[in-house]
């Protein structure tokens, strides 16, 4: 069936129709970039029998990613998490730490497991992004940084937040998980010297698993080398409590030879979301979030809003009717992190004081983009979501009746 035409609710696959796609669809299925560039580097790195340790690759992606942001140093580490980690310790954060409940767990757990508690600030319904003013009424005498996170590539109101951080006395610091490729650093305030970026085969350039911490001060750029590398200040010498964040060659293989397609990815992930707004114009209640024009944005999250007044069917129906088609759209950041273990038992009423964010996360739907998407998939994605919104009570009412109904949402229904 073609579902560019979809008009009988009965082809839709959820109640029994050929799905949309063979094969499952996933929202960040990796950008990969020229695949013989990387093999000839995987042998080089093989010839030289240097798989990790500081090596020539990892050097030369530190020097790439420093220069792609203009950063004075730019270590480079395992994981995006174990980088928040290391920047949180390096920068002596304690007692609490004010974050935005609407992001990636990673940022919450980075703080929590250094017993650190993270304390949950609300956001901007327009941007999704950390609220400045939620942030000044969470401060208390146990507050000692801020953690902004540049969501969807955005980067958050970095003035404010550092206008904040002076006041209090507070240090700040950036998750820019999502904001590789995103233009100006939220680096130039002497207040906020940090910046963790992900390179998690999800994000717009990967090294399978990796990050990097960016910063122009030298003597916490020598205390985060040594703290990703055990303490070690050489053989035999041990000056820090320190942990493995190292990178590895092949990871650092793979960034590199991402990074030289990295403008291309972001011009593809472009053109699907330009083809996105097209195609879902017309679709009442299905709104795409809009990336400001004068700021760059790297175009690696295609982001929904569902407003179920206008549809006639929720928004994790209308995930369950896109899943069944082998769309596997997601609901970041769902339910929020102070809904999810451990922080939801510390803060049982936290959502009371987040309504920003609990009607965000019952309503986002994050579609696929990215290299793999071609036009003829993307304008599949809109069929199904234009067929199910146009029959919306009748499927919603299907479904209940049906029974096949895989996402629930206990905190919003
Ligand atoms: C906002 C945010 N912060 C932190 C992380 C953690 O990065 P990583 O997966 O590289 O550990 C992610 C990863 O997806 C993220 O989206």
Redesign the pocket.
């Known amino acids: 069936m073609s579902h560019l035409t979809t008009s009988s609710v009965a082809e839709l696959a959820v109640f029994g129709g050929t799905p949309a796609f063979a094969e499952p669809v996933h929202v960040g299925r990796p950008n990969l970039g020229d695949r013989e560039q990387l093999l000839a580097r995987v042998n080089d790195i093989l010839d030289r029998r240097w798989l990790t340790n500081n090596g020539h690759y990892v050097q030369a992606f530190e020097r790439t990613v420093a220069a792609r942001v203009g950063a004075k140093h730019c270590i480079a580490v395992c994981?995006?998490?174990?980088?928040?980690e290391i920047a949180i310790r390096a920068l002596g954060l304690r007692g609490e730490v004010i974050v935005p409940s609407f992001?990636?767990i990673?940022?919450a757990h980075?703080l929590q497991w250094q017993e650190i508690t993270p304390v949950f600030a609300d956001i901007d319904p327009e941007t999704h992004l950390i609220d400045p003013e939620s942030v000044r009424r969470l401060i208390t005498p146990r507050t000692s940084g801020i953690i902004g996170?540049h969501?969807w590539g955005q980067y958050c109101d970095v003035d404010a937040l550092d206008a904040i951080a002076r006041e209090h006395r507070l240090t700040l610091l950036f998750?820019a998980?999502?904001a590789f490729g995103c233009g100006a650093r939220a680096r130039r305030h002497g207040n906020s010297p940090v910046e963790?970026f992900?390179?998690?085969a999800?994000?717009l350039v990967n090294t399978l698993?990796?990050?990097a911490i960016v910063t122009d001060d030298d003597a916490l750029a020598q205390k985060i080398r040594l703290m990703k590398n055990f303490g070690f200040l050489g053989y035999d010498n041990v000056g820090y409590v320190g942990t493995n964040g190292k990178m590895n060659e092949f990871s650092a293989a793979m960034g590199l030879t991402s990074i030289e397609s990295m403008d291309a990815f972001i011009a593809h992930n472009r053109r699907n979301h330009d083809q996105y707004r097209r195609e879902l114009a017309d679709i009442p209640g299905v709104e795409l979030h809009r990336y400001d024009p004068a700021a760059a944005n790297n175009y690696q999250y295609v982001v929904t809003e569902v407003d179920t007044e206008r549809t006639g069917i929720s928004r994790d129906m209308l995930l369950d009717v896109l899943w069944a088609e082998n769309i596997l759209a997601r609901r970041y950041?769902y339910p929020g992190c102070h809904r999810m273990q451990p922080y939801r038992a510390y803060f049982p009423n936290a959502g009371l004081m987040l309504p920003v964010t609990e009607r965000v996360a019952a309503r986002v739907l994050v579609l696929p983009t990215g290299q793999a998407m071609t036009p003829d998939e993307v304008s599949r994605v809109c069929g199904v979501i234009r067929c199910a919104v146009a029959h919306g009570p009748e499927v919603a009412r299907r479904l209940i009746d049906s029974g096949a109904r895989r996402h629930l949402d206990p905190f919003h229904e």
């Open positions: 994981n995006g998490e174990i980088g928040l992001t990636f990673a940022t980075a996170v969501l998750d998980a999502h963790v992900s390179f998690h999800t994000k698993e990796g990050g950041f």
